[in-house]
């Protein structure tokens, strides 16, 4: 059951791809569209607003929240347009992953909302989502102590591996998923989920490979940003 | 329902016990009960100390997924019913339920413990559907790991009703023959707050706690994982919590074989 090689040639521990970009939404407040190899995500921040309804506002914090969403012919097979049990899931997890680095203590009362669509889908979505949805708050000026970065590890066969693709993921002899976000300032886990089979040393060594991708994926993301925001000011 | 503030709660963890006396790494008791209504193909109820959930499996006749043409298929779904808590509302399933619902099924398909293939009845056109309905009773913190162990529990509890390939028709009282169900995948749920590590949160627990991991495994394999709360994790703490999940499931597992 051995797992010799990827398809698309790349090493073990190596990442599809990736590109970044901030500011693509111009109604938003913030905005940003990650791609990795051929997943694509973007996100728009709208907020902080008020939120309504009044009895959900809380004077000592703001709220985030995430709403995840594929669109219809993002896959081989049509998605029914609308949330599903899934997305919002998804959406759920996505908050849980950016919240501990945004500062929801000075927008009290308020609410700012996180959009997130994939606009092609090829593994790795929710990872992608959270990396845009991150960019877009940094973009929206939100007050955040890191900058969340996130990717798919797993194991395909026998092998551990950083990125599947959908290929991966469908692989014939067995494959686990496992998605992972990370606070690359702090090394903090906050989105970690798992699906297949692997042992507790495998998902140890596989949570580090993934805190090795994510500091290359920061980069990127904060290089986008500093893209965009050259120049400003003077 | 008592509600304790953080503060108080963490200067009783400091301290090494928990609100209701236990150590970190205890569970409640665990209570199974099988076959609590008739007319289910399988049921069951788990109280895990006052956190009480009932699970129900149906069995129906549908059409198998295109991808895969001779497998049937499982179906959860999970309610938290009002009586359960005075904070749950009506209307349609929260996100909660959903998330809970998701991640019991994932432990079940995840780990492959049931034939998939067994529940086909003529490839591409007719399986078998298990339902697997969830309801909450009474929530007192950690219905999670109630709700997979009674999914379990309910499913190794399940016989197959009759269906006659004739008329097409599936006869409820006539049943025969046990679910192909041959693993037990089996969830823990653990809890960070501030630096502790504690095994079965509790009510107060689960609502104040940063973190928490729910682990679904078998043996030292495991086939599910679920972070919540909005807090993180580091490393060290995750592999804390795989190791007491690992530990914990052959205790749920010998409760559930005397059934």
Known sequence: MSYTKRKDGRKFDEMRKIKAEVGVIKNANGSAKFQIGDTIAIAAVYGPRNLYPKFLQNPEEGKLRCNYNMLSFSVDERIRPGPSRRSKEIGLVTERALSPTVNLKEFPNAVVDVFVEIIQADAGTRCAGICAAAMALADAGIPMKDLVSAVSVGKVGDKLVVDLDKSEEDYEEGATDMPVAILPRSDEISLLQLDGEMEAKEIIKALEMAKKACLELNKIQKEAIRKKYKGEGK | ?259
């Open chain 2, 1 to 259: 329902m008592d509600n304790i503030n953080k503060e108080y709660l963490m200067q009783i963890l400091n301290k090494k016990i928990r609100t209701d006396g236990r150590k970190f790494e205890d569970y409640r008791d665990i209570e199974i009960e099988t076959d609590i209504s008739k007319n289910a193909e399988g049921s069951a109820k788990v109280r895990i100390g006052e956190t009480e959930v009932i699970v129900g499996v149906k069995l129906e006749v549908g059409t198998p997924y295109p991808d895969n043409p001779d497998e049937g298929t499982i179906i959860v779904g999970a309610e938290f019913l009002q009586m359960a808590n005075p904070e749950f509302e009506s209307g349609p399933p929260s996100v909660q339920s959903v998330e809970l619902s998701r991640v019991v099924d994932r432990g079940i398909r995840e780990s492959k413990a049931i034939d998939f293939k067994k529940l086909c009845i003529e490839e591409g056109k007719k399986v078998w559907l298990v339902l697997i309905d969830i309801y909450a009773i009474n929530d007192d913190g950690n219905m999670q790991d109630a709700a997979s162990l009674a999914a379990l529990a309910a499913l190794s509890n399940t016989k197959m009703p009759k269906y006659d390939k004739e008329t097409e028709k599936v006869d409820y009282k006539e049943r025969k023959g046990k679910l192909p169900l041959s693993k037990m995948p089996i969830e823990c749920s653990l809890a960070k707050i501030g630096e502790h590590i504690l095994v079965d949160p509790g009510l107060d627990e689960e609502r104040l706690l940063d973190a928490k991991l729910t682990v679904a495994s078998i043996g030292n394999k495991i086939h599910a994982m679920q972070k919540a709360g909005v807090g993180t994790l580091k490393v060290e703490e995750v592999e804390t919590m795989l190791k007491l999940a690992i530990e914990k499931n052959k205790k749920a597992l010998e409760k559930i074989n005397k059934k």
